[in-house]
């Protein structure tokens, strides 16, 4: 925006770096979001421009339906593609040098390396969303892009997590799974664990560290801290999805369920955003019924109704680099809003912003 002032009897034309707002409303805008399209047996996401409000505190308003996003969370990826989010999601195949999606292919060719311990002769992967190092001690990881690093062919390989026990009492070995900012637990540097924080993710980078209010559609409203990257806007915790369904955080146990402890009560107590998983697609459990395949678990359920978002401009949790200084929590995020004055009259003005 470009602005008129005189000085000294001169016109002068100024460059302004915000806006100027007009009245309360703030200006019209848009954020990246995501629409979900099913295409035959597959719901593929396309990114859209979502409607937003952009206010002059910082804040913006915005609808958008929420997916999940699981990482950061423990169960999130596992040794054999048993997490609550599929290998593929964390990660890209390098096809002649160059990242390519993980399709079928690709994961078959991840499940090989994985067996062979990413040794020379396997299959390279531009890895983003767990964390990797390299096979013998004093070697450097190769970066394929900012914050990726390269996995398979001797390169490097994925960073193993805990042991988990899963819903019928087995074992099963995560993978560590990152998230774009940090917290500090006791001092220590750990990322934010999708099955115990509410997190909503973000296409900017700016945005990182913001607590945002999330409700509608029925549900418990609550606040998010934004701690994760993504490609588009409207995408959340698995411990965001609890609380805005149900009002508090669930523990829920990994996969695999082998078939013969198929549909027991670990499968049949399952509550979104967490669903079972067959190997066969059409080999859900009913009455009376005796599964086919193995099952995993996944935290797939998204919520398709649009919510409602207000980002709080001035609520944000002090970071250096990409560590926020302090331990998040569920408490800390809504006294971040609390102690910034966002109350809910004030949020509930911002939202009517958006019209119907």
Not at 161 to 177: F, P
Request: charged share 25%.
């Amino acid at each position: 925006m470009r602005i008129l002032t005189k000085l000294g009897g001169a016109l002068l034309l100024l460059s302004a770096t915000v806006p100027i707002y007009a009245d309360d409303c703030g200006v019209a805008g848009t954020i990246v979001g995501n629409v979900e399209k099913r295409v035959g047996d597959q719901v593929k996401k396309e990114k859209v421009d979502l409607k937003a409000r952009f206010f002059n505190d910082g804040s913006i308003a915005v609808r958008a339906g929420l997916a999940v996003n699981p990482d950061g969370g423990a169960g999130s990826y596992t040794v054999g593609d048993h997490g609550f989010t599929y290998i593929a999601n964390g990660l890209s195949i390098l096809r002649n040098g160059k990242a390519d999606g993980c399709d079928l292919k690709c994961s078959k060719e991840f499940a090989k390396a994985e067996v062979k311990g990413f040794q020379a002769g396997t299959a390279e992967f531009c890895v983003y969303a767990m964390e990797a190092e390299p096979l013998k001690a004093g070697r450097d990881l190769i970066s394929c892009g900012p914050g990726r690093i390269i996995v398979g062919n001797g390169k490097g390989r994925l960073k193993l997590g805990g042991m988990l026990e899963t819903v019928t009492g087995q074992q099963v070995q995560s993978y560590v799974s990152t998230t774009s900012r940090k917290h500090l637990v006791n001092g220590t540097e750990q990322h934010l664990d999708s099955e115990s924080l509410p997190i909503a993710v973000t296409p900017r980078v700016d945005l990182l560290g913001k607590v945002v209010w999330v409700g509608g559609a029925g549900l418990t409203s609550t606040f998010a801290l934004i701690g994760d990257k993504g490609p588009a806007f409207g995408e959340g915790s698995i411990a965001l999805h609890q609380l805005l369904r149900t009002g508090a955080i669930a523990e829920q146990k990994t996969g695999p369920i082998a078939k013969k402890d198929r549909c027991g009560p670990g499968e049949l107590s399952l509550r979104p955003p967490f669903q079972s998983r067959p190997d066969l697609v059409d080999d859900r459990c009913q009455p009376g019924y005796t599964a086919k395949s193995q099952s995993d678990i996944r935290a797939y359920t998204g919520i398709v109704n649009k919510l409602d978002f207000v980002i709080l401009g001035q609520a944000n949790f002090p970071t250096i680099g990409r560590v926020i200084q302090e331990e998040v929590s569920v408490t800390s995020i809504k006294d971040k809003a609390d102690k910034s004055g966002y109350t809910k009259d004030k949020i509930d003005k911002m939202l009517a912003c958006l019209g119907n």
